[in-house]
């Protein structure tokens, strides 16, 4: 079957870019879906839900009914999100319960536990390649007093901007030795072995996937000119104001769900009494939109 990213085929990669350029949401407001019950969704609510992650690789949904991560992942399942990745801090459910933690333990050790910012990122980057993560649904419970917005991009088009850039950055970030995350021995997690792999590769059904962080330590890129150049320009592309760049700030009851997209996190500013709370499951799943 043909690809628009097989770099050797241009044709049909120029009939992908239009239609894809043509499709995309730039108003981060079209993002966002209203939904009654997300345990039961209505024929015209999943039909919404699955155009805007058609065109954009995600949407964002709103709903006055709280959801538990029972709930979510009965959310998730109406998408065909199904295997969860249940990393060791994730709860019984298999899905991880994300607040500042004050005490001195196993999660204050990792950034997303903390009010710190979070640079762009996909969802584990650091997984074996048959554990990477495909799907993310990104629920909040509870909003920040202030601050602990999300930006957010579809990685199709950073690839699209970055092959129009030059094809020969596409090739590079596609190797199978670009990107190594190094071996991580600490007293909580013990071993994790090193993680070498390519930033954009396709799964067995042809579909694009990014493998990236922005993070400059606990971080090594393969020591050649054309690797480098094109890892510069895509920071500097994340750190434009691309009209394809969405900022929005998850409030109670939104939440975000993906084919795991590019992603950061703002520093925030705890409400004391209703400090911040998200569930994020993250599955080996892509969303399924049909």
């Not at 981060?28 to 009654?36: N, Q, T």
């Not at 969704?41 to 992650?53: F, K, Q, V, W």
């Not at 072995?193 to 590769?201: D, E, K, L, R, Y």
């Not at 396709?202 to 400059?216: C, K, P, V, W």
Request: net charge negative.
């Amino acid at each position: 079957m043909a690809s628009p990213f097989d770099l050797n085929d241009t044709v049909n990669y120029q009939r992908w870019r239009e239609q894809k350029l043509e499709q995309a949401l730039i108003d981060s407001g079209d993002l966002i879906v209203e939904i009654a019950d997300p345990g039961a969704l209505t024929t015209a609510e999943h039909a919404a839900l699955c155009s805007r992650i058609r065109r954009s690789n995600m949407v964002v949904y709103a709903s006055a009914v709280p959801m538990d991560e029972i709930a979510l992942q009965r959310f998730g399942a109406q998408f065909g999100l199904l295997r969860l990745d249940a990393n060791w801090l994730a709860g019984e459910q298999g899905i991880t319960s994300i607040t500042v933690s004050t005490e001195d333990n196993q999660r204050h050790a990792y950034i997303p536990y903390t009010d710190r910012a979070i640079k762009w990122h996909t969802d584990g980057y650091y997984n074996l390649p048959e554990k990477q993560i495909r799907g993310m649904l990104l629920h909040c419970a509870q909003s920040a007093g202030l601050g602990g917005e999300n930006r957010v991009m579809d990685h199709e088009i950073a690839y699209l901007m970055l092959r129009d850039a030059n094809a020969d950055f596409i090739r590079a970030l596609s190797a199978p030795d670009v990107m190594t995350i190094p071996a991580r021995i600490d007293e909580f997690d013990g071993v994790r072995a090193a993680q070498t792999g390519p930033v954009f590769s396709q799964d067995d059904a042809g579909n694009l996937h990014m493998r990236y962080t922005a993070r400059t330590r606990s971080i090594e890129w393969k020591q050649d000119e054309t690797t480098l150049a094109a890892v510069a320009l895509l920071e500097r592309l994340l750190a434009s104001e691309s009209q394809h760049i969405h900022q929005l700030k998850l409030e109670s009851g939104m939440g975000l769900l993906c084919n795991n997209v590019l992603h950061d996190r703002s520093a925030f500013t705890d409400d004391q009494h209703s400090p911040r709370l998200l569930y994020r499951a993250r599955y080996l799943d892509r969303c399924h939109t049909n």
